[in-house]
């Protein structure tokens, strides 16, 4: 079964600073794999995903990630945080397949920026 | 392109009590999902519709819940009876092709 582990629930860093939340997955197949944001009170809004090709994905808010595939990871870096950047980030896994997908989340990274 | 709509935003109701909460997803989107997110826990499927069928609703826990997609738009979610370990926030989120679009939740808390 497909699964998601996120070690960190809770990261502070200062505004300005380098930023890199940890991912995990275990996926018998090729799989999706996606990083989401949550505002409090809001919806999950997609900050980037892969799926095949280059393994350095750039998204939304200047967020970046990398899928290694030996280490059966996939984590999320910043070269420098903004105080809006504090949320809950999630990664997420699916299947390698043509449309619909079901994801399978990770319980979550919370970020605290310090001014 | 209005995003995934979903009322009411919060609900406060008591155990046993029966609750329902609605949907609308992006325009001409053909899949559907509702997600159950416990607080400290990330989202968790309950159940996926492709137009008005069900695809998945393994995690649905059918003796309480139930869901319907009719004319594959609109959705609704129901919690009869309702239990104090059904608190959570429902998400519902659509797509038309990988990418699942939120709506903001429906904040329930059961007392």
């Known amino acids: 079964a497909q699964s998601v582990t996120q070690p960190d629930i809770h990261i502070t860093v200062s505004e300005g600073a380098s930023l890199e939340l940890r991912c995990n997955y275990s996926y018998g197949a090729t799989p999706y794999l996606f990083w989401y944001v949550q505002s409090p009170g809001q919806g999950l809004q997609l900050l980037l995903k892969?799926?095949?090709?280059?393994?350095l994905v750039q998204g939304i808010k200047g967020f970046e990630a990398e899928f290694k595939r030996s280490q059966s990871s996939f984590n999320l870096r910043k070269p420098s945080v903004h105080w809006s950047d504090a949320a809950e980030y999630f990664c997420a896994v699916g299947p390698w397949a043509q449309g619909a997908q079901k994801l399978v989340f990770g319980q979550g990274t919370r970020l605290t920026i310090n001014p | 392109e209005a995003g995934v709509a979903q009322s009411p935003r919060y609900k406060i109701i008591e155990k046993r009590q029966s609750v329902a909460f609605w949907c609308n997803p992006i325009s001409g989107h053909a899949t559907l999902y509702w997600y159950q997110q416990i607080l400290g826990q990330g989202p968790k499927l309950l159940i996926q519709?492709?137009?008005?069928?069900?695809?998945?609703d393994s995690q649905l826990p059918k003796d309480r819940f139930s869901a319907e997609r009719l004319k594959g738009v609109d959705s609704t979610l129901k919690i009869q009876p309702a239990k104090l370990e059904d608190s959570a926030v429902y998400l519902c989120a659509s797509s038309q092709e990988v990418e699942q679009y939120f709506g903001p939740g429906t904040r329930l808390t059961v007392t």
């Open positions: 519709f492709q137009n008005n069928g069900v695809v998945d």
């Open positions: 892969y799926f095949s090709g280059d393994t």
